[in-house]
């Protein structure tokens, strides 16, 4: 295919910088490794030692209780560890987060393109396996997807590797405000102690990040980092982690051309009717000629769904700030069998109209800045998983 | 009188200064520096802010030179007084202890009665929306435990600062009479006293609570300050507001059927919990109500109740979260299909129970109560009067009785500012709730930071006199704040609560969390403590109204009217739900209380007061001993084993007082009331009488004894159609008007004395202004009842005049027809200051 559209996003920062000019904080920890030019240092955030320290961590959701743990067992360093006690609360999970920000103790960890990788120790005080997921949560809201990790019974290290390209692709990693860790409750209660969590601060730059996309493309999911350009939502932080897995693959059976997106969903609350939503980012959207669509054209996608009937819908976030959403296949989507979504700039227009997103003599084209596809409702138990491949625009096609 | 935090004339609380002098040495120039520390007093009713210099401020002038602290309160009542020290120099730490206090005969005040708190202050920025008398600064908010403050090193002042400390009385088991004993201060080691003295009024603030609450605290903020959000610490804060008299909206977060049942039991018989929540019975959707499980559980509780053979049903209601705000939530579809809900499963419940009466080994009494119970059940609304939420104007076609409803309304309190608004809550309603959150704002009472802090204690005097039975605020534990995407963030600190998303500065935050200070629990607020004691007065107001009219009825008075008889109490406080009065006000309303509690337990009570336009009448009616005005037995008629006796008390001072002494034996009481100010006539011949011609034509005919008024039938607008409102007018103005009616003249009320000369009509009193380009506002509306005289007072009091001066009084009359004419006659226009 031929390339014509190249759009560079330099994701760079300044190439050298103090390491200790991100925290006034005497009582952080420091270590220092060289390496080449790169400068790596082990900052400790929190060592819960006290309970200044122990505010630093908010608790969220779910049932339980944090407090400071003194008991030399159950820390590491410092004096002591933050105890969580979970219980279990129809199943919700508890957030346990851990601010980067603080104005009490004085420090600031936001800018992420400055990390590179996050450390805790946990001590699993249970005989049981416990599940906990770890992102990070910027200060817009949003989130990057989870990590899961599975705590054996003793001390566990946690370790996630900020991928600051990949990262920086869906969010602004320079105001990420909490380090997020979620804990699944078993059927018996649990106390897990949380001691020394870590950020490894490097001086090398971020690597520049060249995406491209055809023309008429939107994402085809061929280039490795489009694994990045679709991030996950539903209704809350908790419900997320219920995703248990997303990628692209080259699985023949599941792809249209070269590979496919796919993601794997778990069931929400039947209660809430969950559904869970990929948006596209908006940096990657930005590279996309919105402002030339027409009513006369279509966006097209394929989409292999492997559960049961489920709904499917799209959406399209506008200048306004606003989404306006058209149901898609008669709102229902075969099992087993790939399927071309096909939306029409016109119903989209319709829509925007009857929401009344667009001004006297603005084009639908002038208005449109993303798209997002969601499918649900979860009112039962099952696993979903789709594949997802060739989101393209398709001039002129209405009217074919 | 009618002053907002105003000047101070008698203050219960008197006050001290006390100025220490330490010599210290400075080690680098070897010179004497004269170091002082100001010690004055305050009463717990208003706020001394950290940052304010209140030396020079007259309003404050008798505390601020106050030289000791003296505390007023009836038995069995909390009550607080402040020392405030104001040091010229950086503190290091000082401490506070209190001594027992004495009495007569031995008798004491433990120091352990006496708590002390330190004050923590919040930094306001920005007034509240929409206030007109925001004060912003440092306000006092957090009551932190005195020993706390001294393990966490809070017991240091800044220069120049204001450093409040709070003690609370507690008279649990104390005789009535005075008591007195000493606040020692140690500040950087040297000492200082403050003499305490308290009153105990011989009244006693009843164990149980009656004014019902609702305060919803909610676990997610437990859990992100408290880092607990398990059932124990809910707990812990649930019994905790119970010393608050205050209950939080439900005893229990879990949805287990044992664990409400359990709970229920526990807490009914506790005489501080008024009121209790029925079971959740969301549906799956949370959206709307299961009837199955509605159903289910009022016949489920019915049988708990035989079961108990306790009536569970009389503390019971419903908060319909679902439909919360309906015109704002845009759930108004649902408000009438969620109550004929309800009401079949009520309906349904009572049935079955009747037809298995015989199955229920139960006395007919209590068999009758929880039938009762389940019939008037508080189903809690809250918006204002609806007539198209009523179930006279949605029965079903065909009607099913099963599904009629009665609505609680749970309105703003400001809807019960005027008299017609609040009957149509009272009329139609089960039981009047009132809430308050953002809106309204001052001069109405607010729990906002940035207010003064009384109202939020005369918001349970308002609910006494107005009949109101529950007070709902939707958070006691928010603590939020946005960051700059708008997304919710936790406050880092949970006791800089300055950047709280909310319009209104600490709106829904009542409590700090305790974890900070180790303390198991919430830290108090001054805020919740005036909360508190507004529930107290409440009960005192209650104790000393059910014993008028006890007293009121066996004398025979068949239309005794308690708020009449009360009046005096509120007048100087608020008028309607307006706050119109400042804490010196407040500490004569308080003694007053205390004066007609002990002339009710004495078998006396003010049986009438008439608004005269040059005077007032007070009746008093005495069961038992002979009532005395400057030591002579007043005019009296006798009234069964009793005797009426009338007292007229002229208004042409600045201020009027009643003071009698009732006689009873060896024994004799003291008494005395403020009547108000002096009153004068405005000249008639000076007022213009006139109308909107195109509304309705006027004439008039001026006697000896006022101005007759003719109102033509109202017209119709040119094009044919009726005006909006259907009134006839009348229009009064003229220079005696407005150079009277004015900011700076001091008149706190007017008098409209009207003869009605025929049928009975509403009456709206409005004005313009003469800054207020064309703008009609309202004084006042009110019922002039068929061929009676009336008069028609109204509160300026509480207006800024920021309109200017009153350029028309304008009177619209509604009558049944308005379409013929009809005539008043005005008697008098009087002024009062």
Not at chain 1, 211 to 239: A, G, P, W
Not at chain 2, 103 to 125: C, F, P, R, S
Not at chain 2, 146 to 155: I, L, P, S, T
Not at chain 2, 607 to 631: A, F, R, W
Request: hydrophobic letters at 35%.
């Amino acid at each position: 295919m031929k390339k014509n559209l190249l759009k560079m996003l330099t994701l760079a920062c300044a190439a050298v910088f103090v390491t200790t000019s991100l925290c006034s904080c005497s009582k952080q920890e420091e270590k220092q490794e060289e390496s080449g030019a790169r400068i790596i240092t082990t900052q400790l955030l929190n060592s819960f030692s006290s309970e200044k320290e122990l505010y630093q961590a908010i608790l969220s959701n779910g049932y339980g209780k944090m407090s400071l743990n003194k008991d030399k067992e159950y820390y590491t360093t410092g004096s002591g560890s933050a105890a969580l006690w979970v219980a279990d609360n129809n199943g919700t999970p508890m957030l346990f987060r851990q601010r980067l920000e603080s104005d009490v103790l004085g420090y600031d960890y936001t800018d992420f393109t400055k990390v590179k990788d996050v450390r805790a120790s946990v001590y699993n005080a249970s005989e049981e396996e416990v599940q906990v997921m770890f992102a990070l949560e910027f200060s817009d809201g949003s989130k990057s997807s989870m990590k899961k990790y599975t705590l054996q019974s003793g001390w566990n290290s946690l370790h996630y590797d900020v991928d600051r390209e990949m990262l920086s692709m869906q969010f602004d990693i320079s105001k990420t405000m909490y380090l997020a860790y979620t804990f699944t409750p078993n059927e018996t209660p649990y106390t897990v102690y949380v001691d020394d969590i870590s950020l490894s601060l490097t001086t090398s730059a971020m690597q520049e990040v060249v995406q491209t996309i055809e023309k008429d493309e939107i994402c085809s999911f061929d280039k490795n980092y489009q694994m990045s350009v679709f991030s996950l939502h539903c209704y809350s932080t908790i419900r997320m982690a219920y995703f248990a897995d997303f990628g692209l693959t080259a699985n023949p059976d599941r792809v249209k051309s070269g590979k496919a997106f796919y993601v794997t969903t778990k069931a929400g609350m039947e209660e809430k009717g969950n559904w869970y939503w990929m948006k596209l980012n908006s940096k990657y959207s930005e590279m996309i000629d919105w402002k030339s669509l027409t009513e006369d054209d279509v966006i097209s996608f394929w989409v292999y769904n492997e559960g049961p009937l489920t709904s499917l819908a799209f959406s399209v976030l506008t200048n306004k700030g606003k989404t306006v959403q058209v149901a898609l296949n008669n709102g229902k989507m075969k099992a087993n069998s790939w399927a071309e979504m096909k939306v029409k700039l016109s119903d989209i227009k319709a829509a925007a109209d009857a929401a009344k997103q667009l001004e006297k003599d603005e084009k639908i084209g002038d208005i449109l800045t993303g798209i997002n596809v969601g499918w649900g409702p979860f009112d039962d138990v099952a696993q979903k998983t789709f594949y997802f491949d060739e989101f393209k625009i398709e001039r002129g096609g209405a009217k074919a | 009188m009618g002053k907002l935090l105003s000047r101070v004339r008698a203050c219960t609380l008197s006050a001290v200064l006390l100025t220490a002098t330490v010599l210290s040495a400075c080690s680098s120039k070897e010179e004497t520096v004269e170091k002082s520390v100001k010690l004055w007093t305050a009463p717990s009713y208003i706020k001394i802010y950290q940052d304010i210099d209140y030396s020079k401020d007259e309003a404050y002038t008798d505390w601020y030179e106050s030289t000791e602290l003296n505390v007023s309160m009836f038995m069995n009542e909390k009550e607080g007084g402040q020392v405030i020290v104001t040091p010229d120099y950086d503190v290091d730490k000082y401490t506070v202890s209190v001594s027992d206090l004495t009495g007569k005969d031995g008798q004491k005040i433990a120091k352990e009665n006496v708590t002390v708190y330190n004050q923590k202050y919040v930094d306001v920025l920005v007034p509240s929306k929409a206030h007109t008398n925001s004060i912003i600064g440092m306000v006092p908010d957090a009551l932190l435990p005195f020993e706390k403050a001294v393990e966490y090193g809070e017991n240091k002042i800044g220069k120049n600062n204001n450093q409040g400390i709070y003690l609370e009385v507690d008279s649990k088991d104390v005789s009535a009479g005075e008591y007195t004993g000493n606040i020692q201060l140690t500040v950087d080691n040297k000492t200082h006293n403050v003499p305490l003295t308290v009153t105990v009024w011989d009244a006693t603030v009843s164990e149980e609570t009656h004014l019902k609450s609702s305060f919803l605290l909610r676990n997610q903020e437990l859990l992100e300050n408290e880092k607990d959000g398990t059932d124990e610490m809910y707990t812990t804060y649930y019994e905790q507001f119970v010393d608050y008299r205050l209950n939080i909206t439900k005893f229990t977060q879990s949805f287990d059927e044992e664990t409400y049942i359990e709970g229920l039991r526990k807490y009914y018989p506790e005489p501080g919990i008024s009121t209790l929540h029925f079971p959740r019975c969301e549906d799956a959707s949370r959206t709307n109500y299961d009837e199955n499980l509605v159903k289910y559980w009022f016949k489920r509780l019915a049988e708990i109740c035989f079961e108990d053979e306790t009536n569970y049903y009389s503390k019971l209601y419903y908060y319909l979260a679902i439909i919360d705000e309906p015109h704002l939530t845009k759930t108004e579809d649902k408000v009438v299909p969620i109550f004929k809900k309800f009401a079949v499963a009520r309906h349904t419940t009572i049935r079955e129970l009747q037809e298995n009466r015989a199955s229920y080994d139960v006395s007919d009494e209590l068999f009758n109560a929880v039938v009762d119970g389940i019939e008037n059940f508080q189903l809690l609304l809250t918006c204002a009067y609806r007539a198209d939420f009523l179930y006279e104007n949605n029965k079903s076609t065909p009607e099913n009785p099963d599904e009629e409803y009665v609505i609680t309304w749970c309105p703003y309190m400001s809807a019960y500012n005027n008299e017609i608004d609040a009957e149509k809550h009272r009329n139609e309603g089960i039981a009047e709730w009132w809430y308050s959150c953002n809106y309204p704002v001052n001069p109405y009472p607010t729990y906002h930071l940035d207010d003064a802090i009384l109202p939020a204690r005369l918001l349970s005097w308002m609910a006494y006199e107005h009949n109101v039975v529950g007070n709902l605020y939707w958070r006691v534990n928010y603590s939020s704040e946005e960051n700059a995407f708008g997304v919710r963030e936790t406050v880092e600190d949970p006791y800089d609560i300055t950047n709280l998303t909310q319009e209104t500065n600490g709106e829904g935050l009542l409590v700090y969390p305790g974890k900070p200070y180790g303390i198991k629990g919430f830290v108090p607020s001054l805020r919740l403590v005036a909360i508190r004691d507004g529930m107290e007065d409440y009960e005192v107001l209650r104790y000393a109204g059910e014993k008028c009219k006890q007293i009121a009825k066996d004398a025979g008075y068949a239309d005794f009217d308690l708020n009449t008889t009360f009046s005096k109490l509120y007048q100087a406080l608020y008028s309607g739900t307006k706050v119109t009065g400042g804490p010196d006000d407040f500490t004569e309303s308080r003694e007053l209380l205390s004066k007609i509690a002990v002339f009710a337990d004495k078998g006396t009570i003010i049986s009438d007061v008439q608004n005269k336009p040059y005077s007032t009448i007070v009746k008093v009616y005495v069961s038992n001993g002979t009532l005395k005005v400057n030591g002579k037995e007043a005019n009296f008629t006798v009234n069964g084993s009793g005797k009426e006796y009338t007292v007229e008390i002229k208004q042409d001072k600045e201020t009027n007082y009643l003071k009698c002494t009732l006689e009873q034996g060896s024994e004799s009481f003291d008494f005395e009331m403020l009547i108000g100010g002096e009153k004068k006539a405005l000249d008639l011949a000076k007022v213009s009488f006139k109308s909107n011609n195109k509304v309705n034509e006027i004439s008039t005919s001026k006697g000896s004894d006022g101005v007759t008024v003719t109102m033509g039938a109202l017209k119709l607008k040119e094009d044919g159609s009726k005006w909006e409102d259907e009134t006839q007018r009348i229009y009064l103005s003229g220079d005696v008007l407005s150079d009277t009616l004015k900011k700076g003249k001091g008149v706190t009320a007017i008098m409209i004395e009207i003869e009605n000369l025929g049928e009975a009509f509403d009456l709206s009193v409005k004005y313009t202004g003469t800054r207020s380009s064309g703008d009609v506002f309202t004084f006042t509306e009110q019922r002039i009842e068929a061929n009676t005289t009336a008069i028609v007072m109204i509160e300026t009091s509480v207006l800024t005049w920021d309109f200017g001066a009153v350029e028309q009084l304008r009177l619209h009359l509604k009558y049944d027809d308005v379409y013929q004419e009809h005539a008043i006659k005005i008697k008098s226009l009087i002024c009062a200051f």
